[in-house]
């Protein structure tokens, strides 16, 4: 199966750090996990990816296990405009980007 | 830049009618795809199109029809609408090597 797995939903407390959990332990060598993230009924906004690596950027870091079967992403300091759905999915450069079933985050005050 | 345009935000149509999603991208991007998403049911991915006269199905493509005969427009089409295929519709378009798919705001479309 090419989908992700994520937790349905999580609550984080404002300007602690969000960790978001991905698995995807079927994932093959030449596919990258994306992390996207859609607030109400918008379109989804591009956060963060990843390969084998750990990365960051000003929006966020992306911790990838060695084994590569699963992933998470952190938002350091979670902000009231932070609460949204994030989507992990993956991406094998030919095309495909598919995406799991989304974690709903709540940041609350 | 506009960036990913996608016409008409809101739409209904009767069962067995046909219509046309389009969607228009000015970033000169290779390639775009068109998602469905329905509630608890995340973003499905119905075809994809890795440059002009190139397309392929993706998770959900029965009931829709593509064709990308410029790099700029990929328009959706649905030939026969069932009720099943009221959803909110997303284009999409990105540069080929990588995943950061750049999205319109999307369309809502309900068939009766």
């Known amino acids: 199966d090419a989908k992700t797995t994520q937790p349905p939903s999580m609550d984080c407390a404002e300007g602690r750090a969000a960790n978001l959990p991905c698995n995807h332990s079927?994932?093959?060598?030449?596919?990258?996990v994306y992390w996207y993230r859609q607030i109400h009924s918008q379109g989804p906004q591009y956060i963060i990816h990843?390969?084998?690596n750990n990365e960051t950027n000003e929006m966020a870091s992306l911790i990838i296990t060695e084994d590569r079967k699963s992933s998470t992403l952190i938002l350091p300091h979670a902000t009231l405009r932070d609460t949204a759905v994030y989507y992990c999915?993956?991406?094998?450069?030919?095309?495909?980007?598919?995406f799991g079933q989304g974690t709903e985050l709540s940041v609350k005050p | 830049n506009a960036g990913v345009t996608q016409t008409p935000k809101f739409q209904v149509l009767k069962t067995g009618q046909s219509m046309t999603l389009q969607c228009a991208q000015d970033?000169?991007?290779?390639?775009m795809s068109w998602y469905r998403q329905d509630p608890g049911m995340g973003l499905r991915l119905i075809h994809y199109?890795?440059?002009?006269?190139?397309?392929d199905q993706g998770e959900v493509p029965n009931g829709y029809n593509v064709s990308r005969s410029t790099t700029e427009d990929f328009p959706l089409r649905l030939l026969s609408a069932a009720p099943s295929q009221t959803s909110v519709y997303f284009c999409?378009?990105?540069?080929?090597?990588?995943?950061?798919?750049?999205f319109g705001e999307g369309s809502r479309l309900t068939v009766l």
């Open positions: 999915s993956r991406y094998n450069q030919g095309g495909k980007l598919i």
């Open positions: 079927t994932i093959s060598g030449n596919e990258y």
């Open positions: 990843g390969l084998k």
């Open positions: 970033m000169n991007h290779e390639y």
């Open positions: 199109s890795v440059g002009a006269g190139i397309t």
């Open positions: 999409a378009s990105n540069r080929g090597r990588t995943g950061e798919l750049f």
